[in-house]
């Protein structure tokens, strides 16, 4: 059983190390046993502290039937070490493990909705999940000004221990799990909850808490937050991205929307010209096409081999030529070993675009589909089959 000095002293980061016992681990890891601890254990939804222990680095610490493992990167032989826990993880994590704390209270405070579950990381966003499937964003907002509220107060977070007789009397907002000895951590006339973990020893230490997004999860609503230096973090990354984008679009940050939605309009203006002068050039490029083609009897043929080109534009000049009578078309592009085809043939050619199609697609195991009047498919193709690809398209047709 290890004495967990976290317990009453969060804030004892440095400490003398008595190692007792170096287990093997797998992966070359070793478990470091100590008789008390400062490092705290992944437990009640709490991330574990990193640091050192001597020369090893401290990667994991769990709770292993009441004794604390200590995973480190070697051997330890017995002894006393320097022992000391990485300050700014275990800071973050106080910061939100009493802020989740605050606002879970708020939540029922001001929406009378209780949290069910709660995970803390001092690097990530924090999560508390509601047992309600949805929150109006006014109360949202409300809860958060509340619990920062609480926070400005600067009340006092004291812990401290009862047995299950007192238990009773106190109002709890959520039951013990554990009887016996109970660890109560109690925001001063605001919160008093039965927990293990590390805590800041006033609500000031939280620093801020900012709700950042919610999510919808098994019927249940799960709210992202930050608190402390990760809202510091949060709040910088928000202000670069937004200077950034600022000084971009040549306004200050206030200027961004009303700047934004100017380039969108005229953004979305540029496209529809644009789009207007692409079908003017397909139309033009589809006229010069049938002015090549070669007449073939009542018919006229035009084939035509394309590099790197979208099979959208094949297509709709495909659509073109097949409103001009005696056409058949066969437009092909080709990039990096793929082959696209489209055949387009007048009604009056006589000519179904679909058999033509899967006759020229054949060789190259391609596949496609269409109707009798435009087809479309593709297949791969080296670039020395390049040269036979309307080589048949005469015979195909059978004109005399
Ligand atoms: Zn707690």
Redesign the pocket.
């Known amino acids: 059983m290890t004495e967990q000095l976290y317990f009453d002293d969060p804030l004892t980061l440095e400490f003398t190390a008595q190692v007792t016992e170096s287990r093997p681990l797998n992966k070359g890891r070793y478990g470091l046993i100590l008789p008390r601890t400062y490092f705290y254990p992944t437990s009640?939804?709490?991330e574990h502290d990193t640091g050192f222990i001597g020369e090893a680095r401290v990667l994991d610490v769990y709770k292993d039937n009441g004794t604390i493992i200590h995973v480190v990167d070697r051997s330890l032989t017995p002894g006393d070490y320097p022992a000391r826990i990485d300050r700014d993880r275990r800071i973050r994590a106080m910061q939100h493990?009493?802020g989740?704390?605050i606002l879970s209270a708020t939540f029922l405070e001001v929406a009378d909705i209780e949290s069910i579950s709660a995970n803390?990381n001092g690097d990530s966003p924090s999560t508390i999940d509601l047992e309600v499937g949805e929150v109006a964003p006014e109360t949202m907002r409300q809860a958060e000004r509340y619990a920062n509220s609480i926070l400005f107060e600067n009340r006092a977070v004291k812990s401290y221990y009862v047995t299950d007789a007192d238990a009773a009397s106190i109002p709890f907002r959520k039951p013990p799990k554990v009887s016996g000895r109970i660890r109560v951590?109690e925001v001063d006339g605001f919160d008093v909850?039965p927990?293990?973990?590390?805590?800041c020893l006033n609500t000031s230490m939280v620093g801020l808490i900012k709700i950042i997004r919610t999510e919808r999860v098994n019927q249940k609503l799960r709210v992202h937050f930050v608190a402390g230096y990760q809202a510091l973090d949060h709040f910088n990354t928000y202000q670069d991205i937004s200077q950034g984008a600022a000084s971009l679009l040549e306004t200050g940050v206030d200027g961004i929307p009303a700047v934004l939605e100017r380039k969108l309009d005229q953004l979305k203006a540029a496209q529809t010209e644009l789009e207007t002068l692409r079908v003017g050039l397909l139309a033009a490029e589809a006229g010069q096409l049938a002015a090549s083609a070669e007449q073939l009897g009542a018919l006229r043929l035009v084939t035509a081999l394309f590099r790197g080109r979208l099979a959208t534009d094949l297509r709709q000049l495909g659509m073109k030529l097949r409103d001009m009578p005696g056409m058949v078309a066969l437009l092909a592009a080709f990039d990096e070993g793929k082959l696209s085809l489209v055949v387009a043939c007048a009604q009056d050619s006589g000519v179904n675009a679909r058999d033509l199609l899967d006759k020229h697609l054949a060789p190259f195991n391609g596949r496609g589909g269409g109707d009798p009047f435009l087809a479309q498919g593709g297949g791969t193709v080296d670039n020395d089959e390049l040269d036979g690809l309307f080589k048949g398209t005469k015979d195909d047709l059978d004109v005399t």
């Open positions: 009640g939804g709490q493990h009493t989740q704390h803390i951590v909850t927990c293990g973990g590390t805590h």
